[in-house]
């Protein structure tokens, strides 16, 4: 009886370990399957780093670059530089948009031209699967304020009340001959055209109120549908069931330490697997960037944590006003098939070894010693198929190499199978030397890539010198 208890009792403690363990490491291994993060964002000063950049994050809270750190969309409109980018899904996930401020300061464009004189405009992109961006368009939202000076850090919510979004930003309208940024909001359901522009937020006085972003609450977490904080001298919590309806103040987060002298950019997360926030703020006033304060209620100002030191990590660019996607599994796989850290390189000429693949005003040609962006390029995976390769710019990314009428210029990726056919190629060993490479035509396998007369042109190769022509090396 005693071996058969002590058997029992065995099962017994090895079913209760078994059991144990599954409630340990099951939560872990759910974790570790979710999908993350995406942070839109831009990096800085200077017409490159202020252009929409990409991070990820598994956790909400350690931030990895993607794209290498390189920007991931360039403004080609109104400044040529972007500021304050908002993402915005559509209720169905079906479409997105950025929209950022037309803003470029130090290259162009001083801060007091942009305050008093700066771009009425937003701009905006749209995607149907968040990796394949349209061309960027400019969206005139200050233009019909009378004396509106600007359009500043722009977002967008969608609002079940009117079956639209609702399109917010800071304008300047000056009083009494003193700049007053005040927030402003119009109806859009395409982000193309909107409605008449509305006050939407102003402060008594002279006082200013600049960055404002808004989080909606799941039922039962706090007392409002709708909680925002706003840049306004501090950072202030506010409180609402409609989000086009009456605010209730909530107080501000001088409780710990943070006023708006300290701290701009507010910018929410909801980490997907607990009720918990985190209200990312830009530590501008000591060029630090942004951190994360965490609060499992963020319409009690009593709630809020600031992070324990070392506890998160912003990756190797300096992230400037954004916003945080959750992403879904599929977006996850997409985004970061799409922006992987694909090493940056050079087309050097086997036969002018001096001379290197570059674009100038979007012509494709070799040139001598050529070091900066023009001449650098992502190898990509083909566009159109399998073991094959595309070229995308370095300085204007979802540009690619792309022929048409045998002639190559640098093109954006509209989307269509017709341009992924005409930018995709297959690295093959070098016509002229085995050691380099030559990259033959996805669409027309009887031509290469070559230069002639010093221009990139699609060719088929009969001759030595073509050969020679068509062969070049990738390198650093």
């Given at each position: 009886?005693?071996?058969?208890?002590?058997?029992?009792?065995?099962?017994?403690?090895?079913?209760?370990?078994?059991?144990?363990?599954?409630?340990?490491?099951?939560?872990?291994?759910?974790?570790a399957?979710?999908?993350?993060?995406?942070?839109?964002?831009?990096?800085?000063e200077?017409?490159?780093?202020q252009?929409?950049y990409f991070?990820?994050?598994?956790?909400g809270?350690?931030?990895?670059?993607?794209?290498?750190?390189?920007?991931?969309l360039?403004?080609?409109?109104?400044?040529?530089?972007?500021?304050?980018?908002?993402?915005?899904?559509?209720?169905?996930?079906?479409?997105?948009?950025?929209?950022?401020?037309?803003?470029c300061?130090g290259?162009?464009?001083?801060?007091?031209?942009?305050?008093?004189?700066?771009?009425?405009n937003?701009?905006v992109?749209?995607?149907?699967?968040?990796?394949?961006?349209?061309q960027?368009?400019?969206?005139?939202?200050a233009?019909?304020?009378?004396d509106?000076?600007?359009?500043?850090?722009?977002?967008?919510?969608?609002n079940?009340?009117?079956?639209d979004y609702?399109?917010?930003?800071?304008?300047n309208?000056?009083?009494?001959g003193?700049t007053k940024?005040r927030i402003y909001?119009?109806?859009?359901?395409?982000f193309?055209?909107?409605?008449?522009?509305?006050i939407?937020?102003?402060?008594p006085g002279?006082?200013?109120?600049?960055?404002?972003?808004?989080?909606?609450?799941?039922?039962?977490?706090?007392?409002?549908r709708?909680v925002?904080?706003?840049?306004d001298?501090?950072?202030?919590l506010?409180g609402?069931?409609?989000?086009?309806?009456t605010w209730?103040?909530?107080?501000?987060?001088?409780?710990?330490g943070?006023?708006?002298?300290?701290?701009e950019g507010p910018?929410?997360?909801?980490?997907?697997?607990?009720?918990?926030?985190?209200?990312?703020?830009?530590q501008?006033?000591t060029?630090?960037?942004y951190?994360?304060?965490?609060?499992?209620?963020p319409?009690?100002?009593?709630?809020y944590?600031?992070?324990?030191s070392?506890?998160?990590?912003?990756g190797?660019?300096?992230?400037?006003?954004g916003s945080?996607?959750?992403?879904?599994?599929?977006?996850?796989t997409?985004?970061?098939?799409?922006w992987?850290?694909t090493?940056i390189?050079r087309?050097?000429?086997?036969?002018?070894?001096d001379?290197?693949v570059r674009?100038?005003?979007?012509?494709?040609?070799?040139d001598?010693?050529?070091?900066g962006?023009d001449?650098?390029?992502r190898?990509?995976?083909?566009?159109?198929?399998?073991d094959t390769?595309?070229?995308?710019?370095?300085?204007?990314?979802?540009?690619?190499?792309?022929?048409?009428?045998?002639?190559?210029q640098?093109v954006?990726n509209?989307?269509t199978?017709?341009f992924?056919?005409?930018?995709?190629?297959?690295?093959?060993a070098?016509?002229a030397?085995s050691t380099?490479s030559?990259f033959q035509?996805?669409n027309?396998?009887?031509?290469?890539?070559?230069?002639?007369?010093?221009?990139?042109k699609?060719d088929?190769?009969?001759?030595t010198?073509?050969?020679?022509?068509?062969?070049?090396?990738?390198?650093?």
């Amino acid at each position: 009886m005693s071996v058969l208890v002590s058997r029992l009792a065995a099962i017994l403690v090895a079913v209760a370990l078994l059991f144990t363990g599954q409630a340990l490491t099951t939560p872990d291994r759910a974790a570790a399957a979710d999908p993350g993060y995406l942070m839109t964002h831009f990096i800085g000063e200077g017409s490159t780093n202020q252009q929409i950049y990409f991070s990820h994050s598994t956790d909400g809270l350690n931030w990895s670059d993607l794209n290498g750190g390189g920007m991931a969309l360039r403004s080609t409109v109104g400044t040529r530089g972007v500021r304050d980018p908002a993402l915005v899904r559509s209720p169905g996930g079906d479409k997105y948009w950025i929209i950022a401020t037309d803003l470029c300061i130090g290259c162009g464009q001083t801060w007091s031209q942009s305050i008093n004189d700066g771009s009425r405009n937003l701009v905006v992109w749209e995607s149907t699967d968040l990796v394949t961006w349209s061309q960027p368009w400019l969206l005139n939202v200050a233009g019909a304020i009378p004396d509106g000076r600007n359009a500043w850090a722009p977002e967008a919510i969608w609002n079940p009340a009117t079956n639209d979004y609702v399109l917010y930003w800071a304008t300047n309208k000056p009083l009494n001959g003193a700049t007053k940024h005040r927030i402003y909001y119009a109806r859009t359901s395409d982000f193309r055209s909107i409605t008449t522009p509305q006050i939407y937020i102003e402060r008594p006085g002279t006082q200013e109120i600049i960055d404002t972003q808004i989080v909606e609450m799941p039922s039962g977490v706090g007392d409002y549908r709708y909680v925002r904080a706003s840049g306004d001298g501090q950072i202030t919590l506010e409180g609402s069931n409609s989000i086009l309806g009456t605010w209730t103040n909530l107080g501000n987060l001088s409780g710990i330490g943070l006023t708006g002298s300290d701290v701009e950019g507010p910018m929410w997360m909801k980490f997907r697997d607990r009720n918990e926030w985190t209200l990312y703020l830009d530590q501008y006033a000591t060029s630090r960037g942004y951190m994360p304060v965490t609060t499992t209620n963020p319409s009690s100002s009593g709630t809020y944590q600031l992070p324990a030191s070392g506890s998160y990590s912003l990756g190797g660019t300096k992230k400037r006003h954004g916003s945080i996607l959750n992403l879904t599994a599929a977006e996850e796989t997409r985004v970061l098939a799409r922006w992987a850290n694909t090493p940056i390189n050079r087309l050097q000429s086997y036969n002018f070894q001096d001379r290197y693949v570059r674009h100038a005003a979007f012509d494709v040609r070799i040139d001598q010693n050529i070091t900066g962006p023009d001449a650098q390029f992502r190898l990509r995976p083909g566009l159109a198929g399998s073991d094959t390769v595309s070229f995308e710019s370095v300085n204007y990314p979802g540009y690619f190499l792309r022929h048409a009428g045998f002639d190559f210029q640098l093109v954006y990726n509209d989307g269509t199978t017709q341009f992924a056919a005409d930018a995709t190629f297959r690295q093959v060993a070098g016509l002229a030397d085995s050691t380099w490479s030559s990259f033959q035509s996805y669409n027309y396998p009887d031509r290469y890539i070559r230069h002639y007369a010093y221009e990139l042109k699609l060719d088929r190769i009969t001759t030595t010198t073509a050969r020679s022509d068509a062969t070049f090396k990738v390198t650093s």
